[in-house]
């Protein structure tokens, strides 16, 4: 039986008028370059007068409701993808997937244990010999019919990805989507000239990769791990998050119907125990995971001493530091958008935010004004923000963080007073001032919409701050003065270092983390090395 799976949007206000309608407008053409993140839809206030008139205007202007209509059919109950086909897992068991925007179960689906594991080995075993011994532009051709049939179901898959995860529609519809068809797009290119990017070498594929994604970017991070895979010739078993597997099962489709040889792909559901035994399987030749920290370490644990090859792409507690001298309005919006993009379920948020002395009153004094207009609600609706928290697990541990951040001694700011939807798994986005190093919310990885700000003093005090932690995923500089940046970006132990901008992806550049947030990189040239033999 199909579902109906766009619901229109409830939002208790509404004011359908043509004020809203131009709101509306004002937030199109204030949407940043990617199309991420909308401004205010009432100008941000500068003084207090501003200030006061917007507050004195909240409840009487509100976003008229703007629910993403289009129809995406969910089947009841979901097989495993093997050897090409969709098949009952062996034991028969299944769980539930749910829309965490409102607590609704979407679909049945299966549950592989190490017998379907092992059957999804085989068909990949079986598939090896001729899917790597294909001329590399054969493959690239399976590869750009893929992106492309991506770009022609974009749409369904925005929703569907939004309705499993809790995402904002704009946003699975302007960055996760487009991203994904353009990790198949770009190793496409590769398949082809893979002797290039190892010059003087004879690349060959590892052989049968088994690939664990997280549920934070349930398809892209599928498009991260299986693009560069096949690119290079190897089979794969991918398993998705347990929360988000429905565009993962989408996407299984789109490689029947692109007629990928059975077995090349397999795609197996399931939770941890599923996970381990791909990991512990003897027939796998390669294992990549991204996820938590602690997963990662029981991973490695797991293939040490075997010939499997491993890349780790793990937690992060990334530093976003603003100088005195920088653009402090556009800054701001890089906070926003550094630690409040997909509710801060982000490996790569910027979520410890160190301010220069001089400026701090100025940046939390805008940074809660601009926290106040975003909007926090129905995901499927397009002027949301901050969609749902992707499970009732995640968001009890995001409140365990909240109230261990105000026992520590730091100060909660989390404005906003329009009412949340009654059901589903939401939380307010807020930072906390008065926060010290050693506060446990400036030191572990939270995954949620929360901030904590702290200061420093001068570049290398920002420095020493930045990177006093065992992560090393990614880093934030704002400033004027190229020099500055340079030193700064040079001295940040962090895979990633944005400047002037956050949170900013693409599949040509390399992604991945230094320390604990594990080892290997993801896209661009650097990619390929985890996906080939030299
Ligand atoms: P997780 O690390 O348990 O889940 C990630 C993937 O690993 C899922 O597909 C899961 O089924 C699988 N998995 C779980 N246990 C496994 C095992 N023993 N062997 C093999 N695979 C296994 O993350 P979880 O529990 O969903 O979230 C907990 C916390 O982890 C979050 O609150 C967040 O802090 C962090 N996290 C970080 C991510 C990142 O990208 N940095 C992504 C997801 C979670
Ligand atoms: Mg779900």
């Given at each position: 039986?199909?579902?109906?799976?766009?619901?229109?949007?409830?939002?208790?206000?509404?004011?359908?008028?043509?004020?809203?309608?131009?709101?509306?407008?004002?937030?199109?053409?204030?949407?940043?370059?990617?199309?991420?993140?909308?401004?205010?839809?009432?100008?941000?206030?500068?003084?207090?007068?501003?200030?006061?008139?917007?507050?004195?205007?909240?409840?009487?202007?509100?976003?008229?409701?703007?629910?993403?209509?289009?129809?995406?059919?969910?089947?009841?109950?979901?097989?495993?993808?093997?050897?090409?086909?969709?098949?009952?897992?062996?034991?028969?068991?299944?769980?539930?997937?749910?829309?965490?925007?409102?607590?609704?179960?979407?679909?049945?689906?299966?549950?592989?244990?190490?017998?379907?594991?092992?059957?999804?080995?085989?068909?990949?075993?079986?598939?090896?010999?001729?899917?790597?011994?294909?001329?590399?532009?054969?493959?690239?051709k399976f590869l750009y019919r893929i992106a492309r049939r991506i770009q022609e179901r974009a749409?369904e898959l925005?929703?569907?990805?939004?309705?499993?995860?809790?995402?904002?529609?704009?946003?699975?519809?302007?960055?996760?989507i487009?991203?994904v068809a353009?990790?198949f797009f770009?190793?496409a290119?590769?398949?082809?000239?893979?002797?290039?990017?190892?010059?003087?070498?004879?690349?060959?594929?590892?052989?049968?990769?088994?690939?664990?994604?997280?549920?934070?970017?349930?398809?892209?991070?599928?498009a991260?791990?299986?693009?560069?895979?096949?690119?290079?010739?190897?089979?794969?078993?991918?398993?998705?998050?347990?929360?988000?597997?429905?565009?993962?099962?989408r996407l299984a489709e789109i490689f029947a119907e692109c007629e990928l040889?059975?077995?090349?792909?397999?795609?197996?559901?399931?939770?941890?125990?599923?996970?381990?035994?791909?990991?512990?399987?003897?027939?796998?030749?390669?294992?990549?995971?991204?996820?938590?920290?602690?997963?990662?370490?029981?991973?490695?644990?797991?293939?040490?001493?075997?010939?499997?090859?491993?890349?780790?792409?793990?937690?992060?507690?990334?530093?976003?530091?603003?100088?005195?001298?920088?653009?402090?309005?556009?800054?701001?919006?890089?906070?926003?958008?550094?630690?409040?993009?997909?509710?801060?379920?982000?490996?790569?948020?910027?979520?410890?935010?160190?301010?220069?002395?001089?400026?701090?009153?100025?940046?939390?004094?805008?940074?809660?004004?601009?926290?106040?207009?975003?909007?926090?609600?129905?995901?499927?609706?397009?002027?949301?923000?901050?969609?749902?928290?992707?499970?009732?697990?995640?968001?009890?541990?995001?409140?365990?963080?909240?109230?261990?951040?105000?026992?520590?001694?730091?100060?909660?700011?989390?404005?906003?007073?329009?009412?949340?939807?009654?059901?589903?798994?939401?939380?307010?986005?807020?930072?906390?001032?008065?926060?010290?190093?050693?506060?446990?919310?400036?030191?572990?990885?939270?995954?949620?919409?929360?901030?904590?700000?702290?200061?420093?003093?001068?570049?290398?005090?920002?420095?020493?701050?930045?990177?006093?932690?065992?992560?090393?995923?990614?880093?934030?500089?704002?400033?004027?003065?190229?020099?500055?940046?340079?030193?700064?970006?040079?001295?940040?132990?962090?895979?990633?270092?944005?400047?002037?901008?956050?949170?900013?992806?693409?599949?040509?550049?390399?992604?991945?983390?230094?320390?604990?947030?594990?080892?290997?990189?993801?896209?661009?040239?650097?990619?390929?090395?985890?996906?080939?033999?030299?």
């Amino acid at each position: 039986m199909a579902k109906s799976a766009a619901k229109p949007a409830q939002r208790t206000k509404s004011a359908a008028s043509a004020t809203a309608a131009r709101q509306n407008e004002t937030s199109r053409n204030g949407a940043n370059v990617n199309g991420q993140r909308h401004a205010a839809g009432l100008s941000v206030a500068r003084g207090t007068p501003e200030r006061n008139q917007r507050d004195s205007l909240a409840g009487i202007w509100d976003y008229a409701p703007a629910p993403e209509t289009s129809k995406v059919t969910i089947a009841d109950r979901y097989g495993l993808f093997i050897r090409g086909k969709f098949t009952e897992p062996r034991a028969g068991k299944a769980f539930a997937t749910i829309n965490p925007a409102n607590e609704e179960r979407l679909s049945e689906i299966a549950e592989a244990d190490g017998a379907d594991v092992d059957a999804a080995v085989s068909a990949a075993r079986e598939a090896l010999p001729r899917w790597s011994s294909l001329p590399g532009a054969e493959r690239g051709k399976f590869l750009y019919r893929i992106a492309r049939r991506i770009q022609e179901r974009a749409r369904e898959l925005a929703i569907l990805e939004t309705i499993d995860g809790g995402k904002p529609i704009k946003e699975s519809r302007d960055v996760d989507i487009p991203l994904v068809a353009q990790h198949f797009f770009y190793h496409a290119g590769w398949a082809d000239k893979l002797q290039y990017a190892f010059p003087g070498r004879s690349p060959r594929p590892i052989g049968v990769c088994g690939q664990i994604i997280p549920w934070n970017f349930p398809l892209l991070m599928a498009a991260w791990k299986l693009a560069p895979a096949l690119a290079c010739g190897n089979t794969c078993i991918l398993k998705p998050a347990e929360t988000t597997s429905l565009t993962a099962l989408r996407l299984a489709e789109i490689f029947a119907e692109c007629e990928l040889p059975p077995g090349v792909v397999n795609i197996v559901t399931g939770a941890g125990a599923t996970g381990a035994a791909i990991v512990n399987h003897a027939g796998i030749d390669k294992i990549a995971f991204t996820g938590s920290t602690d997963v990662g370490k029981k991973i490695a644990m797991a293939v040490a001493g075997t010939s499997k090859r491993l890349t780790l792409e793990l937690g992060g507690k990334s530093a976003n530091i603003i100088f005195d001298d920088a653009s402090i309005d556009q800054a701001v919006e890089g906070i926003i958008e550094g630690i409040y993009f997909n509710q801060g379920h982000v490996c790569c948020a910027g979520s410890r935010l160190f301010v220069q002395e001089g400026v701090v009153s100025e940046v939390v004094r805008k940074l809660r004004i601009r926290l106040a207009s975003l909007r926090v609600g129905d995901p499927l609706d397009k002027n949301t923000d901050v969609g749902a928290i992707n499970s009732r697990e995640q968001l009890t541990k995001i409140e365990g963080y909240l109230r261990l951040g105000a026992d520590e001694g730091g100060t909660l700011c989390q404005p906003g007073s329009a009412a949340l939807p009654k059901k589903g798994f939401y939380c307010r986005p807020c930072f906390f001032t008065g926060v010290q190093p050693s506060h446990t919310i400036a030191r572990e990885e939270i995954f949620g919409p929360v901030l904590a700000v702290m200061t420093f003093r001068t570049p290398e005090e920002a420095l020493l701050r930045a990177n006093n932690s065992p992560y090393g995923l990614a880093a934030g500089v704002w400033t004027d003065k190229g020099s500055k940046i340079l030193e700064i970006a040079r001295k940040l132990e962090a895979g990633v270092v944005w400047l002037n901008t956050y949170n900013k992806f693409d599949a040509a550049s390399p992604f991945g983390g230094f320390k604990e947030s594990g080892f290997g990189r993801e896209g661009g040239m650097h990619g390929l090395r985890a996906y080939v033999e030299v």
